[in-house]
């Protein structure tokens, strides 16, 4: 006797898997369960049979087509499908011509979406406005890197995450029943199932492509877990080099090392390099962090970084890459300071705002003779005429304050800077209060 599950379309075995296995309600969605509770604003207006414009941001495999079919159902309206990949502006207004023609809002699920161009996107603006359509856009990338405002203005994003494991083991139980109706021979052992689960890395589909693929291969076999991973390997993690997985990744080892979390800098650093990130962007963002997060307070963190780098040259992969790892290591370990970081910003700053002011004459080169007789240099005291090398003069220019721009932190080798600068401090003023710092070589570089 067969049984049969909600939401299945058991007529046709030709189907993919997948396709058959479409939730027809939210009830019967997995995973997701910010949209699909009964409580949720967006299940709310699915009861009620309101369809929105939105665009769905997630992963593939996640349920983003699923979640429009139900939508265009619950609220009694056509459903059209296009993908940005092959569609443009003539098959949108194909569908708006149906629309217009029946006299109905079409719900159009776009998937792809980031693939339109501003002007085809901009295609869509006015049957939206008039009510022609609804528009529910699918994308795997930032909408609001991809996405024109005016459309954005008017869609409301949704973001759907990867499926956990447990949400597709349970589907995956499904599809091994509805498969047992065509034999019951078929049989996938649970650790089979769980790794599969595991392997799908949060993608439901990918996971039924998978489990119809060991149908397809012995539908009489009872599948172990051995037999499993070596019919069906593990599935590449999602990195995308110029994407959000790319920048996620990249943001998650740069914030490990900066709070100091060696282990987790190890990690997301090896999960760059096993989705394939290019060794050497590596490398430089490493130097980066070593000036940004450390900086005076080990400044032995940039020659290391450095040394990583010049070490992949040399060695290449693998072998090279152990250099990246012992300096995400260091990085992590050593003393955290961003007071240089934050005196290159001041700087910067300052330097935009008062970049019209002259350098001081005492500081200004003199190389010929008619420098000289302009005063150029006139007044500049030489700091190794001084016993203590230490001179009191000013180096801003004469029309603004001194600014104390690099303030470091006491921690590492900067608590010997700060001494350092308390020391030159007290030196000057001693200079400043007796008048003994007088200007000798006043020409001197």
Not at 86 to 95: P, T
Not at 114 to 137: C, M, S, W
Not at 141 to 146: A, H, K, Y
Not at 423 to 433: D, F, P, T
Request: aromatic fraction near 6%.
């Amino acid at each position: 006797m067969s049984m049969t599950l909600p939401g299945l379309l058991l007529n046709d075995v030709q189907t993919p898997l997948a396709h058959r296995l479409r939730p027809k309600t939210l009830t019967e969605v997995q995973g997701q369960i910010e949209l699909t509770a009964s409580q949720s604003w967006f299940a709310h207006a699915i009861h009620e049979g309101r369809a929105l414009s939105c665009i769905f941001w997630g992963p593939p495999g996640v349920g983003k087509t699923t979640l429009a079919r139900i939508m265009a159902e619950q609220a009694d309206m056509p459903f059209a499908q296009l993908s940005a990949v092959s569609a443009g502006k003539k098959e949108v207004q194909d569908v708006v011509a149906k629309a217009q023609q029946q006299g109905r809002t079409y719900l159009l699920f776009l998937d792809e979406i980031h693939r339109f161009n501003k002007a085809q996107q901009d295609v869509l603006l006015p049957y939206l406005e008039d009510g022609t359509l609804i528009l529910v856009g699918a994308t795997t990338e930032n909408p609001s890197f991809t996405l024109n405002n005016a459309l954005l203005s008017r869609c409301r994003v949704i973001v759907l995450k990867a499926l956990d494991a447990a949400s597709i083991t349970t589907i995956l139980q499904r599809g091994i029943t509805v498969l047992q109706e065509n034999t019951s021979q078929f049989h996938v052992e649970q650790d089979a199932v769980l790794w599969l689960a595991q392997a799908a890395d949060g993608d439901a589909r990918y996971a039924l492509n998978a489990l119809e693929s060991l149908f397809d291969a012995d539908s009489a076999k009872d599948w172990q877990l051995h037999d499993v991973t070596q019919q069906w390997q593990r599935r590449q993690g999602k990195y995308d080099r110029n994407g959000d997985a790319h920048y996620d990744l990249i943001s998650a080892l740069h914030k490990s090392i900066r709070s100091s979390d060696a282990d987790a800098a190890c990690y997301w650093l090896a999960r760059m390099l096993e989705g394939g990130e290019e060794p050497l962007y590596l490398a430089r963002r490493l130097i980066r962090m070593a000036t940004e997060d450390i900086g005076l307070a080990d400044p032995k963190a940039l020659t290391l970084a450095l040394d990583a780098q010049r070490m992949f040259q040399i060695l290449g992969s693998p072998e090279g890459e152990q250099g990246l790892f012992e300096t995400a290591i260091y990085l992590a370990l050593a003393p955290k300071s961003n007071a240089a970081y934050m005196a290159e910003k001041a700087a910067r700053r300052l330097a935009r705002d008062t970049q019209h002011l002259d350098v001081p004459v005492h500081l200004k080169n003199a190389p010929t003779t008619l420098m000289k007789d302009l005063g150029h240099g006139s007044g500049y005291q030489y700091a190794h005429d001084e016993d203590d090398a230490v001179v009191s003069q000013k180096h801003f220019p004469d029309a603004m304050d001194e600014a104390k721009l690099y303030q470091p932190v006491a921690r590492g080798f900067e608590r010997t800077l700060i001494e350092r600068l308390e020391w030159l401090e007290s030196r000057r003023q001693e200079k400043r209060a007796s008048g003994s710092n007088q200007t000798r070589k006043g020409n001197k570089l």
